[in-house]
Nanobody, 117 residues
Framework: QVQLVESGGGLVQPGGSLRLSCVAS????????MNWVRQAPGKGLEWVSN????????YYSDSVKGRFTVSRDNAANTLYLQMNGLKPEDTAVYYC??????????WGQGTQVTVSS
């Protein structure tokens, strides 16, 4: 069974940093583009970042570009999101999602990030 498990969320002060992880199992991780998507309280899903299967290309939303860095370790079946310069508006549940030809077909359970003083 495809499984994605996020971790690393928590409470952090504005300007702080956090690194999220997503451990994948049940499929050949190295074949897929992977995405980070977030959902703030009372808001819809917002795409954050993605990374090509072999880390050749990465992309970011305008709201996080320059502050967040996506990476992956295919040998460890793990996706990462390094989050620096955190702002209160970054508060959200962060999900990792596998991208197939049919769309984002597998999602993790999410990890809560709260940015507050």
């Amino acid at each position: 069974q495809v499984q994605l498990v996020e971790s690393g969320g928590g409470l952090v002060q504005p300007g702080g940093s956090l690194r999220l992880s997503c451990v994948a199992s049940g499929f050949t991780f190295s074949r897929y583009w992977m995405n980070w998507v977030r959902q703030a309280p009372g808001k819809g899903l917002e795409w954050v970042s993605n990374i090509q299967s072999a880390s050749i290309s990465t992309y970011y939303s305008d709201s996080v570009k320059g502050r967040f860095t996506v990476s992956r370790d295919n040998a460890a079946n793990t996706l990462y999101l390094q989050m620096n310069g955190l702002k209160p508006e970054d508060t959200a549940v962060y999900y990792c999602a596998r991208e197939s030809l049919l769309g984002f077909d597998s999602w993790g359970q999410g990890t809560q990030v709260t940015v507050s003083s």
